[in-house]
């Protein structure tokens, strides 16, 4: 298995212009979470999938991001206008949920991918 | 208050040495507990995975969890250079809402350096 893949692994572009960053998940996997990570804040959570469909978008930061899942094997993250604050390396992670009713040892780890390094100039 | 504090480091050893790595929390329905290991440049790596309360133990790397005290720890033997890495600790709920997923909380890491 490839893992999870994301790209570009790094994206340098110039204040309001549109980026996307895009992710494939690791098949099988049903859902789907995009983080950014920066020294000051740590990981955060932007927004995360369930069977494709969003199910917490609370963690994106405004209007200009937005996400989309239209299968089960890509995910997208737009941001427009980009701004400088932007800057930061932003992640998508996949896992296997499975309810623990049904199964109390599975291991509900996430997988991440390589992360895309984002600078907004 | 934060719901998972991670003291930031930078923790530098001497190789062979052991390594403690700590989180509290105040989220006393945290039910799964996790370390992940991140290299500089890479995205986090699932290290440890515990449920509930106790210890598991994984070659050199031991975790500890107190759910009395909302208290974990990693705990690495005979530390080597390959270890040198930002370790985070993560947490969640299975709130089995029927949402179907759910989330994990982290720590803000704690870079580990292990100088030969």
């Known amino acids: 298995d490839a893992g999870v893949i994301q790209s570009p692994r790094h994206e340098v572009t110039e204040m309001g212009q549109e980026v996307t960053l895009r992710c494939k998940p690791i098949?099988?996997?049903?859902?789907l979470f995009w983080y950014r990570q920066t020294m000051m804040r740590g990981l955060e959570l932007l927004i995360y999938?369930?069977?494709?469909?969003?199910?917490?978008d609370s963690g994106m930061p405004e209007d200009r991001f937005s996400a989309k899942m239209p299968n089960a094997s890509f995910s997208t993250l737009k941001i427009q206008p980009s701004e400088p604050r932007d800057s930061a390396v932003y992640f998508c992670?996949?896992?296997?949920?499975?309810?623990?009713?049904?199964?109390?040892?599975?291991?509900?780890?996430?997988?991440f991918g390589s992360g895309t390094r984002l600078t907004v100039v | 208050q934060k719901e998972v504090e991670q003291d930031p480091g930078p923790l530098s050893v001497p190789e062979g040495a052991i390594v403690s790595l700590n989180c509290t929390y105040s989220?006393?329905?945290?039910?799964?507990f996790m370390w992940y290991r991140q290299y500089s440049r890479k995205g986090p790596e699932l290290l440890m995975y515990?449920?509930?309360?106790g210890n598991k133990e994984d070659g050199r790397f031991t975790a500890q969890v107190d759910k009395s005290s909302k208290y974990i720890s990693l705990f690495i033997r005979d530390s080597q250079p390959s270890d040198s890495a930002t370790y985070l600790c993560?947490?969640?709920?299975?709130?089995?809402?029927?949402?179907?997923?759910?989330?994990?909380?982290f720590g803000k890491g704690t870079k580990l350096s292990v100088i030969p």
């Open positions: 992670a996949s896992s296997l949920y499975i309810s623990p009713r049904k199964h109390v040892s599975a291991n509900y780890g996430y997988t």
């Open positions: 098949s099988g996997h049903n859902s």
């Open positions: 999938f369930n069977n494709n469909v969003p199910i917490d």
């Open positions: 989220n006393s329905a945290f039910q799964y």
């Open positions: 515990t449920y509930s309360s």
């Open positions: 993560a947490m969640g709920i299975d709130r089995d809402s029927g949402a179907g997923s759910y989330q994990l909380t």
